[in-house]
């Protein structure tokens, strides 16, 4: 089990500080910066490359979201799911404080600003109500479990399964970046919620809520279609 926690630690770790610290670095630096298509390609390729990594040792998780969906789905131990929170949101807010840092070392620097943070009203990117940001959340969060699912199945291509997770999780960003900033991992939405001069503290609870429905919802539908014994 330490091996697993450790695994899920880095994990979504280097989620957090490959995905956020491509957004509060890269995406606005002038003639240069990546901006959202790069920052959804970032997240994408963090979860690819440590599910190639690690995902032998945990399972690759990296989200809290995603550990629900696949323990409703039959795939995960329900004893491990708290254990498992716990090393993802400890994760989280280590990349937070190592970005962070960085961060605070711009010779002009003011304030971490949203932090890449995610949010909905006038923390929303477009300034998009809570209700869209609630729908989408969720229904992003219960695809991304239906195609974690789908691509770890026995039935799949062996072996091509970070890659299918992680493009799907590019693809979630460029749909959402403009809506909710894109969680759909509590984990990462709490590490820089906590540095954020903004109210995605206050609106934390969104980015828990949404993203377990929808892995819940995900797990659920993978077992209805699933023909997996």
Same mark, same amino acid.
């Given at each position: 089990m330490s091996s697993k926690l450790l695994a899920e630690f880095f994990g979504t770790f280097w989620l957090v %500080?490959? @995905?956020c610290g491509s957004a509060v670095l890269a995406a606005g630096v002038a003639d240069v910066g990546i901006g959202w298509l790069g920052v959804a390609f970032a997240f994408g390729l963090t979860v690819l490359t440590m599910a190639f990594a690690v995902?032998?040792?945990?399972g690759g998780h990296f989200n809290p979201a995603v550990s629900l969906g %696949?323990?409703?789905? &039959?795939? +995960?131990?329900g004893k491990d799911l708290l254990p498992y929170w716990v090393a993802q949101v400890i994760g989280a807010i280590a990349a937070a404080t190592v970005l962070y840092v960085i961060v605070s070392g *711009?010779?002009? +620097? *003011? @304030? #971490? &600003?949203? +932090?890449?943070?995610?949010?909905?009203? $006038? *923390? $929303?990117?477009g300034g998009y109500s809570l209700m869209s940001a609630l729908v989408i959340e969720i229904v992003l969060t219960a695809f991304f479990l239906f195609i974690i699912l789908g691509a770890t199945s026995s039935g799949a291509p062996a072996g091509f399964a970070p890659i299918a997770i992680g493009l *799907?999780?590019? %693809? /979630?960003h460029l /749909?959402?970046?403009? #809506?909710?900033?894109?969680? #759909?991992n509590p984990a990462r939405s709490?590490?820089?919620a906590l540095f954020a001069d903004s109210p995605a503290l206050a609106q934390l609870w969104m980015f828990w809520v949404a993203p377990l429905i929808g892995?819940?919802? @995900? @797990?659920l539908v993978w077992k209805l279609v699933s023909t997996e014994d």
């Open positions: %500080l490959g @995905g995902g032998h040792i945990s %696949l323990m409703i789905a &039959g795939r +995960f131990e *711009a010779p002009d +620097f *003011a @304030g #971490v &600003g949203s +932090f890449a943070s995610n949010g909905y009203g $006038s *923390a $929303s990117p *799907a999780l590019t %693809l /979630i /749909i959402s970046i403009p #809506v909710t900033n894109t969680s #759909v709490t590490g820089v892995g819940a919802i @995900g @797990g």
